[in-house]
C-alpha cells in the first residue's frame, strides 16, 4: 500500500500567502502606530498636521491598500466625531464650518487614493466638505468619478454641491451628464431639468434630500437628510402659520395671546396639536407663539435644524 506524498509546490505556496497576510498586517499595524506616535503632541497644541500623503500611504501599506483605506476611513469618522463632541453644541453634518476640520480633506484625499473604488468617502466629502472647503469638496468627488466613471451617484453628489452653492445650472449640467450612464435611474434626467427651471425652490430641496435619505447606505447623511426634509416642510408650516396669526390680527386688532385662540382655524387645518393646543412641527415639537412680535419659531429643543 503506497502513501500520498505531500505536495511541496502547493505547501510552499501556502506558506508564502500566509507569510504575505502576516507582512500585510504588521505593515497596517506598524503604519497606524507610528502615525498615533507622531499625533499626540501636534493634537494637544490644536496645531494639526498630517504626516503622510495619499502616494507615501499607498506604498508603506505594501499592497493592502484596501485594509489601509478602511484604517483612514475609521479615522476621517472618529475625527470628526471627536470634534462635534468637542463642540458641545447642536450641529448638522452639512455645517460643520466651526469646527475647524482642516484635516478632513486630506484624510478622504488619502483613503480615496488608497482605494479609488471606495465610494463613500466622496459621499462624506459631498456632503460635509463644502461648509469648510468647497473647492476641495469638488476636486474630491471629481477625483472619484475619474476612477469611478459609472458610478452615477457621484454626479448625484457633485451636482449637490453645486446645487448648496447656488449654482443651480452648472448642478443641472452634471445631473443631465450622470443621467446619460447606463444603470442611472430616470429621476437623474428629471432632477437636471427642474434644477434648471427652480433650482433655489423648495420643491428642488425636498427632491435632493429624498433622493439623498433613498440612497445613501451612511446612516448620519441618512438623518441630516430627515432633518433637512423636515426643515423644508417646517418652513411651508410656518408660512401657514403666519397667515393664520396675521388673519385673527387683521379680525380682532391684537395678535392671540395663545394657541388656543386660533384652535378653530387650526382644527380646519387638520394640524397636529399638542395638549394645550399648540400646532406641532414635524420632529413633534410645538411651535412657540411669539405675541409681542405675532411671529412663529421653533422650540429650541426640537429636531427641526434652526438654520
Known sequence: MTSKRPNVSENARNLILVAIIFLGFTAVVLLSLWIDRQRPQVERVDAETLYLNGTTAKRLSLGFNGLAADWYWMRSLQYVGKK???????????????????????MLDITTTLDPQFLEPYEYAAVIMPSINRDEAI??????????????RLYHHLGY????????????????????????P?????????????????????????????????????????????????????EVLRKVLAAYKNQLGRCPISWAETGEALRNLRWRLGPAGAPLDPSGWPYVLDKDLCEVHLDLNSEVPQR
Do not use: F
Open 84 to 106: 462635534i463632541i468637542e463642540a458641545r453644541q447642536q450641529t448638522e453634518m452639512d455645517d460643520l464650518s466651526l469646527l475647524d476640520l482642516k484635516l478632513l480633506g486630506p
Open 139 to 152: 476636486r474630491l468627488v471629481k477625483k472619484g468619478i475619474a476612477a469611478n466613471p459609472h458610478a452615477w
Open 161 to 184: 454641491i453645486h446645487w448648496q452653492q447656488g449654482d443651480y445650472k452648472t448642478a443641472s449640467q452634471i445631473y443631465l451628464e450622470g443621467s446619460k450612464i447606463p444603470e442611472a
Open 186 to 238: 430616470p429621476w437623474m434626467e428629471a432632477m437636471s431639468a427642474r434644477m434648471e427651471a427652480e433650482g433655489g425652490s423648495r420643491a428642488v430641496a425636498r427632491e435632493i434630500y429624498t433622493r439623498m435619505y433613498e440612497q445613501s447606505a451612511d446612516e448620519k447623511v441618512r438623518d441630516m437628510a430627515r432633518r433637512r426634509l423636515m426643515q423644508v416642510a417646517s418652513l411651508e408650516e410656518r
